[in-house]
């Protein structure tokens, strides 16, 4: 692949030889997926005990691309992403959550620095799970997309909390004060 080709230099992208300007709605969501899957990249060298499952959920990131960029062509064969992916993500967030009560409270992130991070990709997944809303409104998108980003936030928010319990550290909650 090279580095540049200057086709983009007037504002427009090429999905497939179609010409979308950059800041169509799918260009968009494409977008923060590649952010997602680059802090992901940034986070699994930091929480190294879940470097394998964080480096599954990328490649599970670029089927949801791959769908996403197909949304041009109806008629083309693309990759599914398998219920099974959600169900081991609820699966994994059902057994943090065995370990940990479940908080009914905010909670302010930030008390060690790898739940920090994972808060960080949580915030970034709900953000693209709002792109993917909207693009959803305007093509039709899988409903295992839509599931598997949902849980994919649940998952960080509850991997972030896990390590914070298993540093026996306490959390901090806002005082609305």
Not at 68 to 84: A, G, R, V
Not at 105 to 130: M, T
Request: proline fraction near 3%.
């Amino acid at each position: 692949m090279i580095f540049y080709t200057k086709k983009g230099d007037k504002g427009k992208s090429y999905l497939k030889n179609k010409s979308l300007k950059k800041d169509h709605i799918i260009l968009n969501a494409l977008g923060e997926l590649d952010e997602l899957n680059s802090l992901i990249g940034v986070v699994k060298n930091y929480v190294k005990e879940y470097k394998n499952k964080l480096h599954n959920i990328q490649e599970d990131l670029f089927i949801v691309q791959a769908q996403i960029s197909w949304l041009l062509y109806p008629h083309f064969e693309k990759p599914k992403l398998s219920y099974d992916k959600i169900k081991k993500l609820e699966k994994e967030i059902d057994e943090i959550e065995r370990k940990i009560n479940p908080e009914r409270k905010f909670i302010i992130p930030g008390k060690e620095i790898k739940s920090g991070w994972l808060h960080y990709l949580r915030a970034v997944c709900r953000r693209v799970e709002r792109e993917l809303v909207s693009l959803d409104k305007k093509y039709k998108l899988e409903k295992e997309l839509l599931a598997y980003i949902n849980r994919l936030s649940s998952y960080f928010y509850a991997l972030g909390r896990l390590i914070v319990y298993k540093k026996g550290l306490k959390e901090d909650h806002p005082k609305y004060k």
